[in-house]
């Protein structure tokens, strides 16, 4: 599966903004799905999780109760809407999935490009 992410950009401390991903092919349903995150001199950290049928979902403590990930599988799609951003979520968001998992945080085997995300003090 190959995976392409949009609606990174920069945003106020406080504001919204909502991430896509595209998947190509025709067994997107068969993936489990993720959003992970790369700050600056960080290693990419786990921030949210979805099953293969949208079902299931697994945040990181850091952003639960902010962020929502979801996915429509008609579509090949998986967003994450992230609400009353801080500057500590600035960071590369990357989209990623695995065949071998339901949820997971780190086993994902496909990987987006990543899109830049920035939250301004």
């Known amino acids: 599966v190959q995976l392409v992410e949009s609606g990174g950009g920069l945003v106020q401390a406080g504001g919204s903004l909502r991430l896509s991903c595209a998947a190509s092919?025709?067994?997107?349903?068969?993936?489990?799905m993720g959003w992970l995150r790369q700050a600056p001199g960080k290693e990419r950290e786990f921030v949210a999780a979805i099953s293969r049928s949208g079902g299931s979902t697994d945040y990181a403590d850091s952003v639960k109760g902010r962020f929502t990930i979801s996915r429509d599988n008609a579509k090949n799609t998986v967003s994450l809407q992230m609400n009353s951003l801080k500057p500590e979520d600035t960071a590369v968001y990357y989209c990623a999935g695995t065949r071998v998992y339901d949820t997971t945080h780190y086993g994902y085997d496909y990987w987006g490009q990543g899109t830049q995300v920035t939250v301004s003090s």
């Open positions: 092919g025709r067994t997107f349903s068969s993936y489990g």
